[in-house]
């Protein structure tokens, strides 16, 4: 099993580009989280899902949006890319809400 | 308001010397608490949970509801328990974790 994964592992964009970043999980969970880390703030939750077809906002979702069509995947998009975006991006995901995490490599993005 | 606090954002210690990385929380119900760790160019993964009530790699954390908190102990730190931890709450909502802020530890050979 793959676990979680997350493609691209880098990327760097210019301000006002748009991007697509995939999570995908082989371990039929229900719950899937994308989140930021940034230095010094820990893990911020950007948006979540409970479920295929359904998806909520976190704590910092501005500038951001998600979707999760298929139940082992969740996307992440940024529509018009910000400096204030660059960040390292975790995807995740959970059986269940208290359940334990299971965190994707990490994707390092780069707003220019 | 749910919250999760780890007042040191590093603590370096020396190879065989006590552990404790602090946590504490804010929350009016019954909470569930969980350490993660960060090892360099690894995964974040899940380290321990309270309910399970385990030692896992040497490491203990002990729920005390009085003080609020949920700190993270080793007896004789190793090298090899460098990394960075956090701490998190999962409260009322059961749908996500609450997150600290994060505490780097460094054990010095």
């Known amino acids: 099993n793959a676990g979680v994964t997350q493609t691209p592992k880098f990327r760097v964009l210019k301000t006002g580009q748009s991007m697509t970043l995939l999570c995908a999980q082989d371990m039929n969970h229900e719950y899937m989280y994308w989140y930021r880390q940034d230095p010094g703030m820990g893990l911020r939750l950007i948006h979540y899902?409970?479920?295929?077809?359904?998806?909520a906002k976190g704590e910092v979702p501005d500038g951001y949006n998600v979707s999760r069509l298929k139940k082992q995947n969740f996307l992440l998009g940024l529509e018009s890319a910000a400096p204030s975006q660059t960040s390292v991006y975790f995807c995740?995901?959970?059986?269940?809400?208290?359940?334990?995490?299971?965190f994707g490599p990490g994707t390092r993005l780069t707003v220019l | 308001a749910q919250r999760v606090t780890q007042p040191e954002k590093l603590l370096s210690v020396f190879k065989g010397a006590p552990v404790e990385l602090k946590c504490n929380y804010s929350?009016?119900?019954?909470?569930?608490l969980f350490w993660y760790v960060q090892y360099s160019r690894q995964r974040l993964q899940l380290l321990l949970r309270h309910i399970s009530r385990e030692s896992i790699k040497g490491f203990t954390a002990d729920l005390n509801k009085g003080e609020t908190s949920f700190h993270l102990k080793k007896p004789f730190a190793q090298e090899e328990d460098s990394a960075m931890y956090y701490c998190a709450l999962s409260g009322i909502s059961n749908y996500q974790l609450i997150w600290g802020a994060g505490t780097k530890l460094i054990i010095k050979p």
């Open positions: 899902s409970v479920g295929e077809g359904t998806t």
């Open positions: 995740a995901s959970s059986f269940a809400g208290n359940n334990e995490q299971f």
């Open positions: 929350y009016s119900g019954s909470p569930e």
